[in-house]
C-alpha cells in the first residue's frame, strides 16, 4: 500500500478518539491529519506522527482544503453540524483523484421517537441495513442525523465513494487519550439514579435498544479501511447501500434497570434493598439536562423510553464480528459513571459550602 494521507475530525471524542487509536495501530505508514480545537500535550505525546490542523467545526475553509488534501476522510467529530459537512464534501469534491469518505452516523435515524409514544411499549420492527436499506434511505430528513447522513450519501459518485457507520448506543471504555466516558445511556442513567435513589424505567419498561461495545464499533472502523486500502474495496458498497449499521446486540430497558439496580447496591451507590420502579413520562423528561433544552428536549424520553432496533447484515456480511457482550461491561460502566457523579456532587456541595 502506497502511503496515503487520511484527514480526521472528532480525534479526540469517545468514538473518534477510540477508532483514531486503532487506525494508527493497524495502519501505522498513513499519514493522519487530525483538526483540533486546540492541541493537546498527551495527545501529542501519544501520537506524534499525527499533523495537527487548528480549527474548529465552524472553520469551512480549513475543513474543506484539510479534506481536499486528504485520500482519505474519516469524520468523526460533530456528525450533526452541517457547515462541517458541507465543507467536507466540498473539499473532497475538488479532488482530480479518488477520496474514500467515511462518515460516523448513529441509530438515532430509525429510532421510533417521531411516533411519540413514550410509554416503554416494544416496537417489533428491527431495522435492516441491507433489507431496509431504500426505506431507511427515504427516512424524512427530520429525523435524528437523516439530512446529514444523505447528503453523504448522495454525494458517492465518479471519484468520491462515500460510506456511513451507524452504531447504536455505545458502552465500554475509550482510550485515555481522548473517549474516556461511556455514551449517555449509562452514565447519564447511573447518575439520575444516584440523584433519586431509584432505578427507574419508562411505563412498561418493554422498549429495546441496540447497543455495541466501544471496541467493536472500532473494529468496523478498521475493517472497512482495510477493505478499501488493501484489498481494493472488496466487498465494499458505497453511496445509499453503504449504510453499515455497527449493532452487537440488544436490550430491554426495565431488565436493564433491574441489573443496574443491583449493580448499584453491590458497588454502595444506591442503598439495599432498593427497587426499580415505572416512572411516567413528565418525571422521565424532567432528567433533562439544562443544556439540551434547546438542542434536543426529547433527548432523555429517547435514550430511555424510545425503541431503537437494527440487523447489521451489511456490515457482517463484510465480515464484521463484534465478540463483547454489555453483561461483561455494565459493572465497569456503572462504576466509572457512579465516580463521575459523585465527584460531581462533592465538588457542587463544596462550592455551597463556602
Known amino acids: 500500500?502506497?502511503?496515503?494521507?487520511?484527514?480526521?475530525?472528532?480525534?479526540?471524542?469517545?468514538?473518534?478518539?477510540?477508532?483514531?487509536?486503532?487506525?494508527?495501530?493497524?495502519?501505522?505508514?498513513?499519514?493522519?491529519?487530525?483538526?483540533?480545537?486546540?492541541?493537546?500535550?498527551?495527545?501529542?505525546?501519544?501520537?506524534?506522527?499525527?499533523?495537527?490542523?487548528?480549527?474548529?467545526?465552524?472553520d469551512f475553509d480549513i475543513i474543506e482544503r484539510a479534506s481536499q488534501a486528504a485520500d482519505v476522510v474519516i469524520h468523526m467529530g460533530d456528525i450533526d453540524h452541517a457547515g462541517c459537512a458541507k465543507a467536507i464534501l466540498s473539499g473532497v469534491g475538488k479532488r482530480r483523484s479518488e477520496t474514500f469518505v467515511v462518515h460516523l452516523s448513529g441509530t438515532g435515524c430509525i429510532a421510533d421517537i417521531s411516533g411519540n409514544n413514550w410509554e416503554g411499549e416494544l416496537n417489533p420492527h428491527v431495522w435492516d441495513d441491507v433489507a431496509h436499506v431504500d426505506d431507511i434511505y427515504d427516512l424524512p430528513l427530520t429525523n435524528l442525523h437523516r439530512a446529514i447522513d444523505?447528503?453523504?450519501?448522495?454525494?458517492?459518485?465518479?471519484?468520491?465513494?462515500?460510506?456511513?457507520?451507524?452504531?447504536?448506543?455505545?458502552?465500554?471504555?475509550?482510550?485515555?487519550?481522548?473517549?474516556?466516558?461511556?455514551?449517555?445511556?449509562?452514565?447519564?442513567?447511573?447518575?439520575?439514579?444516584?440523584?433519586?435513589?431509584e432505578a427507574f424505567y419508562l411505563g412498561?419498561?418493554?422498549?429495546?435498544?441496540?447497543?455495541?461495545?466501544?471496541?467493536?464499533?472500532?473494529?468496523?472502523?478498521?475493517?472497512?479501511?482495510?477493505?478499501?486500502?488493501?484489498?481494493?474495496?472488496?466487498?465494499?458498497?458505497?453511496?445509499?447501500?453503504?449504510?453499515?449499521?455497527?449493532?452487537?446486540?440488544?436490550?430491554?430497558?426495565?431488565?436493564?434497570?433491574?441489573?443496574?439496580?443491583?449493580?448499584?447496591?453491590?458497588?454502595?451507590?444506591?442503598?439495599?434493598?432498593?427497587?426499580?420502579?415505572?416512572?411516567?413520562?413528565d418525571r422521565v423528561r424532567a432528567l433533562l439536562p439544562p443544556h439540551f433544552k434547546d438542542i434536543f428536549p426529547l433527548l432523555t424520553l429517547y435514550i430511555w423510553g424510545s425503541n431503537s432496533r437494527a440487523s447489521s447484515t451489511r456490515a457482517k456480511r463484510l465480515g464484521w464480528k463484534p465478540i463483547r457482550v454489555l453483561a461483561d461491561y455494565l459493572a465497569d460502566d456503572c462504576k466509572m459513571a457512579a465516580e463521575i457523579s459523585l465527584a460531581r456532587a462533592a465538588k457542587a456541595a463544596a462550592g455551597d459550602g463556602m
Not at 465513494?161 to 451507524?166: D, I, Q, S
Not at 418493554?206 to 464499533?217: G, K, S
Request: net charge negative; glycine share 10%; aromatic share 10%.
Open 150 to 197: 444523505k447528503s453523504f450519501q448522495d454525494a458517492s459518485s465518479g471519484l468520491v465513494k462515500t460510506v456511513c457507520v451507524v452504531p447504536p448506543d455505545i458502552f465500554g471504555r475509550g482510550p485515555e487519550v481522548g473517549g474516556s466516558r461511556g455514551t449517555y445511556l449509562v452514565p447519564m442513567y447511573v447518575d439520575a439514579v444516584i440523584r433519586h435513589g
Open 204 to 281: 412498561q419498561g418493554a422498549n429495546r435498544r441496540a447497543v455495541t461495545h466501544i471496541d467493536d464499533v472500532a473494529s468496523l472502523f478498521v475493517l472497512i479501511l482495510r477493505k478499501y486500502l488493501l484489498e481494493s474495496g472488496a466487498g465494499l458498497e458505497y453511496g445509499k447501500d453503504g449504510f453499515y449499521f455497527a449493532v452487537s446486540e440488544e436490550i430491554e430497558w426495565k431488565q436493564a434497570a433491574e441489573a443496574i439496580c443491583k449493580i448499584g447496591q453491590e458497588q454502595g451507590w444506591l442503598p439495599e434493598g432498593t427497587e426499580t420502579a415505572s416512572w411516567d413520562e
Open 1 to 58: 500500500m502506497s502511503s496515503k494521507k487520511v484527514f480526521v475530525t472528532g480525534a479526540t471524542g469517545y468514538i473518534g478518539g477510540t477508532v483514531l487509536a486503532r487506525v494508527v495501530e493497524t495502519f501505522p505508514d498513513l499519514e493522519v491529519t487530525a483538526l483540533m480545537r486546540r492541541p493537546d500535550d498527551k495527545f501529542v505525546s501519544r501520537y506524534p506522527s499525527v499533523k495537527i490542523i487548528q480549527g474548529t467545526f465552524d
